[in-house]
Structure formats: C-alpha cells, structure tokens
C-alpha cells in the first residue's frame, strides 16, 4: 500500500503522446524555507515549464492541474479531491456517509472496514439501526509525512458526528480504515506527527463528558473531562489517551518529532455559552511525546475501556499549559520548524511562541508564558493561519470576513519593543472565513503560490439556490507581493477544511491489483468455495446460505440470470476482470435496495435476505459500452408457497 | 409554491448596490426557433450587456452565471445545480441518496416525503431495512413547462433503481414528493408534457416483467410485459400506464400536447444480450394522448395495483409501432415543434420524423415509416441529439466519441433523393459521450450558445485519482460557427443528463416562509402541546413520548439541556428564527447518527429511541457564528436502572 506505482497495465493517450506530456522532474517550486526542495518525486506536466511560469489561473480543456486539494467536506462525511488551480472537484471519496453510487456502508468490504473497530455499546446501539453509521461531520484532513513533507501514503480524517478517525489509502483513495475512539464525545482537531514521519494521528476530544458516561453523573461538571488521543497510523489503533483540562479544539505538531500542542476554547469548563466565555483568558495544552511514552511504558496510567488514559491535567509533568487570550482555535505550525501561531477568536490577536523554548518549558526552566514571542493585534475573529514559506502568514479574520498577511519576523520584532506594523495586507473575502490553506503550506515545503480562503458564507456571490447556500472556497494568488482573488467556488454543506499537495507527491494507480487486501474475505470464501473468484460464473448453496459468483467484462455478466428462494440470505461476489483504465462497471439489484461500484480488477460483494419473491432485474449502473444498457440479468426468487 | 417570489426580507449585498447590479430585463437572447423570445422574466446581472456579447467562457470572482444546469447525478441519486459557463456545483440537492448534511433520510419531513407514495409490498420489505431506500439512480431531470417552455415550478427526476419518480420544488430546491411506480421494474426515460402546460410527467418502464411479479413466472418470456406511465405532475398521482411491446428506452414529447414517444431497444423482447440485439430493426411507440384519456374516461382498462392499465399493444388504437433501425436510444423533439429525432445507437443513422404526419398515421391513413422524413448517417453509435434553435442538430456518437454537427433541413433534402451532405462538423469529445444538452435547447426558445456533452469516461483528461475516475462534461460554445470546447468538468458517477436553463426561468427565495406546508405535521402537533413552534423551548412529555421543542438564534439553542429516560421516542422539533439569508443552523446529536439541517426560518424534526444512557451533546454543524463551536447543548439520557 505504501508502494504508488502507476501499473504498466493499459497505456493511457497521454502517455502514448510523448513529447510535451512527458515525465518531467519537478524543479524551481520549493519555497524558500524548503531547504531541501521538493522530494525528487517525478509528475506529469502538460506543458514542460509551467512549474516556473508565474501562477496560472486557468486550466485549459486536456491539461492537467498542477494541485490536488484534499477537501474535508463537513457534515457531508466524505472527502472531496479537487484539482487546484481549476478548482475542480475530481472524486469524492466516501467514509462517514452512505454512497448510492459506490455502495458505501452497504458491501460488506465497506461494512468490516465501518465495523472492525467499533465499540461493542456503539454496534449494540446501531444493530436495529443498520448496523453502521449513516452520517458524519469530517472535519480535517491531512496526509501522512515523512521528514516533515507528505509521503503520499494515507490521508487521515475525523467525524467530529460520531467520535472516529480514518484513514484512506491515496494508492486506490479508498477509505481501508475506521476507528472509533472511546472515552470521548466528538473528535474535533486531527494532525498528524511530521516528523521523522506519521506515526501518530493526533485527535482533540472535544466535549467533555463523564467517564464512564452512564448515564449516572448529569449535571456535576466536576466530574467531566475531556481526553486527547494519539492513533498509531500505521495499525489504526489507540497508541494512548490523556486526560486534559478545558475543552480542546484544533490541535498540531512541531517537525522535531518532540511535541503538539492543542487548543483549549473552554477552559472555564463551562457547560453553557455564557460560562464558556466567561474568562478573558484560555490556554494551549502543550504534549510531551516522549514522557508520555514513558509513562506508558512504565505503567502511569489508567487502563479505561482497553486504552491506556495518562493524567495530563494541570500540574502533571506530561503536559504544560499557556495561558492565550481568548477562547482560541485554530493553531499553526510554520514551515520555519519554529513559530506556531494560536489564533485568539474571541481576542483580535493571535500569538506565536517558539518551539526551541518548550524543553525549558517543561524542565521549569521557563515560566509558560515565555515561549511568547509575538503576539500581533490583526482584526477581529482571527481563526486560522496559513504561510508562504517566505516568511508570511495569512490569517482568516472571521468577523471582519478578511484574510490579514502579516510578517512573523515584523510582529516579533513588534513584541519586542521596535516600532514596527507586521501587517502587510488585508484582503476582503466573501464572506466570514474559516479555515485556510497555502499550497505545500503544511510542510516544511511551503511554496508560496496559492491560498485558499474557506469562508462559511457565499450569500450572494452565485446564481440563487434557495434557502440553502453554498460555502465559498475563494482561491487567492500569493505568488506576487499582493494578494489577488481570482476564483469563487461554491461548495456545499461545507468544505471545512483543506490541504493543498502537490501533483508530485501523490500517484495512485488506475487499476486495481488483483491481490489487494480490499477483498481478503471474498478471496478467502471463494477458496473455501472452490471457485474461481477472478472468472467465476458459479452459485453455491450451503444450507439457506447462496453464494453468487460473477464476473463483469463489458458489456456482460458472467451469469444472466440465477435462482434463490425466498428468505436466502444471499451474497453476490461480482469481479471486474476489465484491464481497461476507467472501465468501472456497477451491480445495481432493482427494487433490492442494492448498488455498488466494481472498478477496473477490483471485487465487491453484498449480501441480504432475497426476501423479496419475484424477478428482480441486475444491471450495470457505470456506463460501459456502447450495449451498456443491455448489460443486465435477472436474479428469480421463487416465493416460500412453491 | 407555483409562485417563486423573492422574499422582501434581508437585502443582500448585491440588491444593495443598485448600478450595474440591478434588475435588467432579458432581450436579444432567445434563438431564432423561439419566436416569442424568452418569456419577461427578470434576472440579476453582474454588468449590463452580458446576454447580448458573444459567449463569455470566464465568470471572475462575483459575477454569476448566467445559465442554471440541473443535472441528475446517475446512482448517486441526488440532483446537481450547476452554474454555466462556470460549471462550477453550487449546489446538491439530495433526492433518492441518503445525506448525511441535510438529514435526508433521516428527518421526519423527509422521510413522510419518501414514504408516503411507497406501494405496501415495498414499506414491507423496507420494515427491517430502516423504512426508507437508501440509493437510487437518478438518471432525467426536466423542469415544468408553460406554453412550450420552463415555467420554474418544479423539476421532475426519475429513479431507475428503485423504479420511482420525484418531484423538486424550485422555489426553495428541495423534493416534496416521491412516487412509487407499480407493475413495472425500473422506470428509466422521463420526460414532460410541453404543452399547455405539464400536466403530465411520462415514464418508460424499461425493464419487462411478469405482472404480477410474484415469482410464480419466471422462464417464460411471453407472460413478460413493459409499462408506460404518465403521473399527473400536480397531485404526483398516477394518471394512467399503458401495456406495450418491448422494452421502452427514453421519452420525448411534441410541442402540440398531443403525442408521445418512446424508443424501444428490444423489440425482440430478449432476456440476454444476444437476444436482445438481434434483429436489425426495433421500433419507437407513439402514444395518442387523447385517446388514452378517452379509454380511461370510459373504462376501456384492467386496474392494476389501483393503476388503470390500458393495452397498448401492437395493433391497438392507443399506440403506434413505428421501426426503427437499430435498437434505438435517445429521442429528442426539436425545438421547431416539428421535427423529431430518434438515435439509431446500433445504427449509424439517426431517423427524423414529422409530428405533422402523426394525426394521419392514427387515422391509418398512411404506413408508420411515412412519417419519417429524413435518416442520415452521422457515425457510429449516435445516442442523443441536441439543437440550437437555428435548424441544426448535435449528436452525441458515443463509439467515435465525437459530436456530430448536421442541418435537419438538409438531411430532409437528402432524404428525399437531393445530393447534399448534412454533415457540418465533426468534433472529438473526450471520451464516449452520452447524452447531451443544449442552452433552453429542450424548449421552444432553443437558444444556440452552449452545448453540454456528458461524457462517460475522462480517462486521462484529469489528475488521477484512482482506479474509479470521474466523468467528463464538455462544456461547447456553439455561439459561432464551428463548436469549439472550452471546458472540461469532472463529475462523480454519473452526470447522466441535464438540462440547461436560462437564470430568468427560475427563482427561488432565500428563506423560508414560515407557513410552508413542509413542516405542516410539526405545526399541527405543536398546536396539539399548545407549543409555539417559532419560539419554542418546551419539553413535552407524553407517557414514553417525549416531543422536546427549540429554536435557534445565532449562536445558541433555546434549550441547552434537557433530559428524557432511556428507552423514550423522542422527537426534536428544531425551529431556525434567525431571519437573515444564508444563516443556515444544523443539528447534530452526537453518537446517535442524527444530523439535519435547519435552513432559515424552517423547521425540520427527527424521532429516535434514546437508547443509549448518558451524556450526549448535539450541536449545530454549519458555521453560524464566530461562537459557532460554543453553539451546542446536552441531551441527559438516564438509565433505566435510575
């Protein structure tokens, strides 16, 4: 999986040209804090040069963009890639929500990945539900790294909804992993560990909650905690979990590999919106990795629900906590591996410390509010902040529906006592913006060349569509010294949160691999079965069990029809044996409830109860062939009287 | 709702700045064809003059697009509002999918929408599977017409797996009715009454089935039998369905209100490929309206599931069986009221015919390929054809992926003997093209700028992202005279088709009004537990009922907690009071799947078991506020060992 190699399989147009669609090395991108520039990886560029050429707004029919945007997509529960600068939506990729097209939450590929690490109370809650989830809210998603820039291998995300993280595998971009966390209510900010590489998926538990949350302890705040929780990415378990005090709310990591640090909007414990907001002042919970691994290590903590819970309240000597006005909410580690900027919400400032000084911090050499080392006045709302790598940063101002570039060297220079503005720009956007985005602007390998303002509210920047409005993801050039807008994308229910990557870092393959794990369980009953799953054309009966095996090649089915008897429980195993890119074919039962999508050498299966007597037509929903329409069968379910 | 009026209230921006953004009135728009010009409505325009300039390609940050594209999604089972020339998604609207943002599927209102038209053979088998289909595959929108043209009252979907049909209303773009289809399996082509008005909404059943359907017949083609029906699209109630011949493919109907149409790929009434295609000529049915109503009217049926069902059979007077070669798919009125085009798909040729003649081919007055009246050969695999209003047509040629560009009039030339070539333009789309669309190019006001041609695979043309890729919708300015491609649109499977439509047809309000008969069940039960459903903030206990009322002011609840007993019905009433377009308020329970959305000045309710003790916080999910994250309360469920 952490292999992305382009399968020699099936030679596309673009490649048979030659000439100006070649492989070309990617050079002159990397911003100048990139020391080392962008990893040697190779990508497909229409036009050789374009890299260097100043930013490019359009992207013509046929050419390729030069971005993708990994785009959260709120309380839609999946994820959006789209392409950057055309600002394209290129797939989407399902994992909190049920897919019609793709059949999400109904194959049973899909429904092990939903399940396999479910809490046993939460599969109990759902078994008269479904059986899994229907809804999510994917807040944040971010790709993997190793030495501090992306390595292309997983994008993880979080369902604030209904407490899990997962994982996607930018090989196929399919989701292979879903976990729920325990001990907690909602997941709210996720990022991962930069270096030496991801490793760990950092998550906030957002509300407090009793634990145990029975039911038992209501109305005594005291006896609410809220819990941050560190997944090991490569097995998708819970590496550990710390009891923190205050609500936590977005969360990031240094590039040392030493710490993260996470927001507290709530550190009055308050459980209304006027006790919330109540004080003047919040804080950052600041984690030590490497002491909390030793407390695991060693055995401090408390064992709950199977998870390792440490003590990370105040006072513990696994956590630090700093003081920052008010009520803070996004935070931003700079690609310089130094500055990590808090934005205030509540307070129009935001303030930047300075990680070399958290060794200090934690030996009590340092008071906490030490590692301050700038704390710029921006406008109100400040809530997140983005960078060029040059030394700029970009932060949205949500009230004053502005984004504010600033000089991070200027505002310490200011916080020092020199006369000096920090802000170079202010940069009206439409309208209230929340999250924002650089490209590269994550890593360590910033390029400075777009930003990306996710505001909340288009209002009246498109053509009317009711009540409900889109968002407005506005894409800003900052490749020159000013700011300039020169997109407007509307974005429905709601982008949330984005990274931009470049085309370089991520190379998926086209057709599946025969062997890939997705299918382990079909491949290992079809074995059972003696079937051939890659050709098969069989039906087993095993008791009141019937096991359907076909295999799609355009435009047939290996069986156009087959038999089952009212109240079967019934699996259908469909194998595309298409080596052809894109030749996606589908499995739809009519009037059955049941779709799903088989793409090039990939198997899916579903299984139900054929309660339901009479014929019911199969058919392929991903147009194939010129005599698609005419790809079909029949499924007979003889009624219990005959 | 058939009056789509802007609500006085909440100026925007826009209104406010007068000038260059105020109400212009459309001319010099409408295509030659559209005697009448585009009806007088009025629409917003970012700069005056853009209707009259030649075809804009770029709409800059701000300005709007000047058509609205509704596009069905394929089995993704929503509806797409897309803005052209941007082509950029600006809204879903979710239909036959299950959406995790608005609660589609899962609130009260929806869920009476998707229920109450459900034949009992289907809540029956849905009872265990949670009531409500959670696919569906969307495959024709088409919007309401008056006089040959878009009135902007509704648009009509259909569902080919789950053989429904649904209508959106367009003043607040959401789906207010749902209809099940009996006797038939699928419902595939969908098209509407031009004139007078619609009036009707005619369906092809594609799919033959034995009626019943009991699974008493399985093997024995003969006892098979495909439907048509009409639903009347006011009271989405059946009218009627018709018996025919063969299996029906897509619909069109003329512009005099008098006759219908449908393609019939399978003639030989064939349950495998091979079967299906093997003779060299199908056939398209022709319905006689007037005598259908007549036949109705006087009782001249079998009643079917409490469907009249007439027999429109070869050799009946209701119908007529006009050949065509070879297994032909789209069908497509031009925009002349007189011509009509039939795609050969497995014959190079497309057939035009005249609806002049069809009065005298009831009559018997002359044989069925008499009122064919031009039959040229275009390429392989023509599927649908579009039409600018300037007497050329656009075919899609799905096996040479190309448009094809020809005069009806001089194929009718050449049809009858003359040595004249109606090829125009040849043009190669990317790749294998399926339906295709043309600006108000399905009405009588044809307007000859832009052609949409949805292609089925994009292969190449895009970023990879996986072995499932998007579509391609060619964007194709027409305005000149050659075609020219001018954008390439990615979509997820699948767009399928779409219409393109003029902004001044359609004009929906931003907030809702409160008397909207959408919530009328939450009304009448707040007017039951004498609640003031606007300014609610009650609970309502009602032996193990619990009906628990709020409202939403930004940023809070009125309720901020409330507790019910494990094991209650709960049902939450969500009342959204602020009155300011574009402040749309969610509501979320946490660990309990619940999610919906809650559109300004709406209502929208959800039941559930609270079966699970303890703690749990619902919150809003679309961004409302700078204290938007505070915007949340506690549902205390106590146990029932309290």
């Known amino acids: 999986m952490s292999e992305t190699k382009s399968k020699g399989k099936g030679l596309n147009r673009r490649e048979l040209l030659g000439g100006t669609a070649k492989l070309v090395t990617l050079a002159g991108v990397a911003g100048a804090s990139g020391a080392a520039g962008l990893a040697g990886g190779a990508f497909l560029q229409p036009s050789a040069g374009l890299a260097a050429t100043p930013n490019k707004t359009h992207v013509a029919p046929g050419e390729l963009d030069e971005y993708y945007v990994f785009f959260s997509s709120g309380q839609t529960g999946e994820v959006r890639v789209v392409g950057c600068p055309s600002m394209r939506e290129l797939m989407r990729i399902p994992v909190f929500n049920r897919c019609s097209a793709t059949g999400w939450g109904l194959t049973n590929e899909s429904r092990k990945i939903l399940t396999e690490n479910m809490l046993p109370e939460t599969k109990a809650f759902l078994q008269s539900r479904g059986g899994v989830w229907l809804n999510g809210d994917l807040h944040h998603p971010h790709i993997s790294f190793t030495d501090g820039t992306y390595d292309g291998r997983y994008l993880f995300v979080n369902d604030k909804a209904n407490t899990r993280v997962a994982r996607i595998r930018l090989d196929v971009m399919k989701c292979d992993k879903v976990i729920e966390l325990p001990n907690q209510n909602t997941v709210h900010g996720l990022r991962l560990q930069k270096y030496p590489r991801t490793g760990y998926v950092f998550c906030n538990g957002e509300f407090e909650v009793p634990v145990p949350n029975d039911g038992q302890i209501l109305d005594?705040?005291?006896?609410?905690?809220?819990?941050?929780?560190?997944?090991?990415?490569?097995?998708?378990?819970?590496?550990?979990?710390?009891?923190?005090?205050?609500?936590?709310?977005?969360?990031?990591?240094?590039?040392?590999?030493?710490?993260?640090?996470?927001?507290?909007?709530?550190?009055?414990?308050?459980?209304?919106?006027?006790?919330?907001?109540?004080?003047?002042?919040?804080?950052?919970?600041?984690?030590?990795?490497?002491?909390?691994?030793?407390?695991?290590?060693?055995?401090?903590?408390?064992?709950?629900?199977?998870?390792?819970?440490?003590?990370?309240?105040?006072?513990?000597?696994?956590?630090?906590?700093?003081?920052?006005?008010?009520?803070?909410?996004?935070?931003?580690?700079?690609?310089?591996?130094?500055?990590?900027?808090?934005?205030?919400?509540l307070s129009p400032t935001v303030?930047?410390?300075?990680?070399?000084?958290?060794?200090?911090?934690?030996?009590?050499?340092?008071?906490?509010?030490?590692?301050?080392?700038?704390?710029?006045?921006?406008?109100?709302?400040?809530?997140?902040?983005?960078?060029?790598?040059?030394?700029?940063?970009?932060?949205?101002?949500?009230?004053?529906?502005?984004?504010?570039?600033?000089?991070?060297?200027?505002?310490?220079?200011?916080?020092?006592?020199?006369?000096?503005?920090?802000?170079?720009?202010?940069?009206?956007?439409?309208?209230?913006?929340?999250?924002?985005?650089?490209?590269?602007?994550?890593?360590?390998?910033?390029?400075?060349?777009?930003?990306?303002?996710?505001?909340?509210?288009?209002?009246?920047?498109?053509?009317?569509?009711?009540?409900?409005?889109?968002?407005?993801?506005?894409?800003?050039?900052?490749?020159?010294?000013?700011?300039?807008?020169?997109?407007?994308?509307?974005?429905?229910?709601?982008?949330?949160?984005?990274?931009?990557?470049?085309?370089?870092?991520?190379?998926?393959?086209?057709?599946?691999?025969?062997?890939?794990?997705?299918?382990?369980?079909?491949?290992?009953?079809?074995?059972?079965?003696?079937?051939?799953?890659?050709?098969?054309?069989?039906?087993?009966?095993?008791?009141?069990?019937?096991?359907?095996?076909?295999?799609?090649?355009?435009?047939?089915?290996?069986?156009?029809?087959?038999?089952?008897?009212?109240?079967?429980?019934?699996?259908?195993?469909?194998?595309?044996?298409?080596?052809?890119?894109?030749?996606?074919?589908?499995?739809?039962?009519?009037?059955?409830?049941?779709?799903?999508?088989?793409?090039?050498?990939?198997?899916a299966s579903v299984t139900f109860i054929a309660d339901r007597p009479g014929v019911h037509w199969y058919y392929c929903q991903w147009f194939c062939h010129a005599m698609h329409m005419e790809m079909r069968g029949r499924m007979l379910v003889e009624p219990r009287s005959v």
């Open 220 to 345: 005594e705040p005291e006896k609410y905690t809220a819990i941050f929780t560190a997944i090991d990415g490569d097995t998708m378990r819970i590496a550990w979990q710390v009891r923190v005090d205050g609500n936590l709310d977005n969360v990031d990591a240094d590039y040392q590999g030493k710490y993260c640090f996470s927001t507290c909007y709530n550190s009055e414990k308050g459980m209304t919106l006027a006790d919330m907001s109540s004080s003047e002042q919040d804080w950052i919970v600041i984690f030590n990795l490497k002491r909390i691994e030793e407390a695991v290590a060693k055995g401090d903590f408390e064992e709950i629900n199977g998870v390792p819970v440490i003590d990370g309240r105040k006072g513990s000597p696994y956590t630090r906590y700093v003081p920052i006005p008010n009520s803070p909410h996004g935070i931003n580690t700079a690609p310089d591996g130094i500055h990590v900027v808090v934005n205030g919400k």
């Open 351 to 603: 303030t930047v410390f300075d990680v070399r000084r958290l060794d200090d911090l934690f030996d009590d050499k340092i008071e906490p509010r030490e590692i301050v080392v700038a704390e710029p006045e921006l406008g109100l709302g400040p809530l997140h902040t983005a960078f060029d790598g040059r030394g700029n940063a970009y932060t949205t101002l949500f009230i004053d529906s502005q984004i504010c570039k600033w000089s991070i060297e200027k505002a310490i220079r200011a916080f020092n006592g020199e006369n000096v503005d920090p802000i170079i720009q202010k940069l009206d956007v439409h309208y209230q913006p929340g999250h924002n985005h650089t490209s590269m602007g994550q890593t360590k390998e910033a390029d400075g060349r777009w930003l990306l303002s996710l505001n909340k509210f288009s209002k009246d920047r498109f053509l009317n569509v009711g009540p409900l409005k889109p968002e407005n993801d506005q894409l800003i050039d900052i490749s020159g010294d000013e700011m300039k807008i020169v997109h407007d994308g509307p974005s429905f229910a709601e982008p949330h949160d984005a990274i931009i990557v470049h085309r370089s870092k991520v190379n998926p393959v086209s057709i599946w691999d025969r062997n890939d794990p997705m299918w382990e369980d079909a491949r290992r009953q079809a074995e059972a079965d003696g079937v051939d799953l890659d050709w098969g054309a069989d039906v087993i009966r095993d008791g009141n069990k019937v096991r359907v095996y076909m295999h799609s090649v355009a435009p047939t089915f290996s069986l156009d029809k087959f038999t089952v008897k009212q109240g079967d429980e019934v699996t259908i195993y469909v194998t595309n044996m298409d080596d052809v890119e894109d030749l996606t074919h589908g499995f739809t039962l009519v009037n059955y409830g049941i779709a799903m999508e088989v793409a090039p050498q990939a198997t």
